[in-house]
């Protein structure tokens, strides 16, 4: 299982950034696929998960339309579309995966046992 992060950068309020992550190691037949975020001196949040079964969504509160979570099979590829960026946004963003499918409710970390090393995301005002 591997996770490989791209896209972030620093970008100013009410800009646009796509994140990338290309995954390893997971078929995406039957599979929970989900972003987290972790600000420095907090803990890592759930932002977005998605079940590939069904392709049902999952976002947090503080991203529900704002962000995106897509994925593409064939190139085994996640994404996150992230709009009208915030300060608040600003973090070191992880994609991960587990077997089944996400939760209905909020997405714990604890779940999700492999982790990428992340792509900060800095949104400047």
């Known amino acids: 299982e591997r996770f490989v992060e791209s896209g972030g950068g620093l970008v100013q309020v009410g800009g646009s950034l796509t994140l990338s992550c290309a995954i390893s190691?997971?078929?995406?037949?039957?599979?929970?696929i989900g972003w987290f975020r972790q600000a420095p001196g907090k803990e890592r949040e759930g932002v977005s998960c998605i079940t590939t079964r069904d392709r049902s969504t999952y976002y947090a509160d503080s991203v529900k339309d704002r962000f995106t979570i897509s994925i593409d099979s064939g190139k085994k590829t996640v994404y996150l579309q992230m709009n009208s960026l915030k300060p608040e946004d600003t973090a070191v963003y992880y994609c991960?995966?587990?077997?089944?499918?996400?939760?209905?409710?909020?997405?714990?970390?604890?779940?999700?046992?492999?982790w990428g090393q992340g792509t900060q995301v800095t949104v400047s005002s």
């Open positions: 190691g997971f078929t995406f037949d039957d599979d929970a």
């Open positions: 991960t995966a587990h077997l089944g499918v996400c939760s209905s409710g909020h997405i714990s970390p604890l779940t999700f046992p492999t």
